[in-house]
């Protein structure tokens, strides 16, 4: 199995930019397809953004595209999320997520094995 930690969240203003970062240990990444969710307070958990195991194939949410941006480096065992024009309603705790469907993206948590602890994004407007 693998063992994943997020990290890179903080407290920023509108517009600005953050990356996140997903480090594994254990089984090595490049056996899993990486996903991003977030959940804010009192709201379900939701999808951001996936990758496939070798990082050509990528699927974002709707309210994300265009600002966020998924990658990998396997080499590293780390996974990334750049978001860029951060809003307000991006406020959430993030966590990344691994997929043994390594050829898949896929929205589905219920899909993803293991999951990280999360970090905070807190957007001020």
């Known amino acids: 199995q693998v063992q994943l930690v997020e990290s890179g969240g903080g407290l920023v203003q509108a517009g600005d930019s953050l990356r996140l970062s997903c480090a594994a240990s254990?089984?090595?990444?490049?056996?899993?397809?990486l996903g991003w969710f977030r959940q804010a307070p009192g709201k379900e958990r939701e999808f951001v953004a996936a990758?496939?195991?070798?990082?050509?194939?990528?699927y974002y949410a709707d309210s994300v595209k265009g600002r966020f941006t998924i990658s990998r480096d396997n080499a590293k065992n780390t996974g990334y999320l750049q978001m860029n024009s951060l809003k307000s309603e991006d406020t959430a705790a993030y966590y990344c997520?691994?997929?043994?469907?390594?050829?898949?993206?896929?929205?589905?948590?219920?899909?993803?094995?293991?999951w990280g602890q999360g970090t905070q994004v807190t957007v001020s407007s």
């Open positions: 254990g089984r090595t990444l490049s056996s899993y397809a």
């Open positions: 990758i496939t195991s070798s990082g050509r194939s990528t």
């Open positions: 997520a691994a997929d043994p469907s390594r050829y898949t993206v896929d929205a589905d948590p219920g899909k993803y094995d293991y």
